[in-house]
């Protein structure tokens, strides 16, 4: 079970890397798209960087050898 754990936050690391290093293609264009009002590129970097830190958050949350002092 553990195993299969650290594979999935392994996989959320490499999922994290993958978009904050490659933002979407379209963005190349310079297309100017906005959600609810706000630009397309500040929605994008708010959702990865939670995407980002709720990963780092799981990681130590599921972490076995975290070494409390007993």
């Known amino acids: 079970m553990v195993l299969n754990r650290m594979s999935f936050i ?23 798209d906005s959600f609810f009002g706000y630009p397309a590129t500040l929605v994008y970097f708010l959702l990865v960087s939670c995407c ?12 076995p050898n975290r070494g409390y002092a007993r």
Do not use: E, G
């Open 52 to 63: 980002i830190t709720a990963s780092v958050v799981v990681a130590y949350v599921i972490d």
């Open 10 to 32: 392994k996989a959320w690391f490499i999922f994290d890397a993958i978009i904050a290093l490659f933002p979407p293609f379209y963005w190349l264009v310079n297309r100017q």
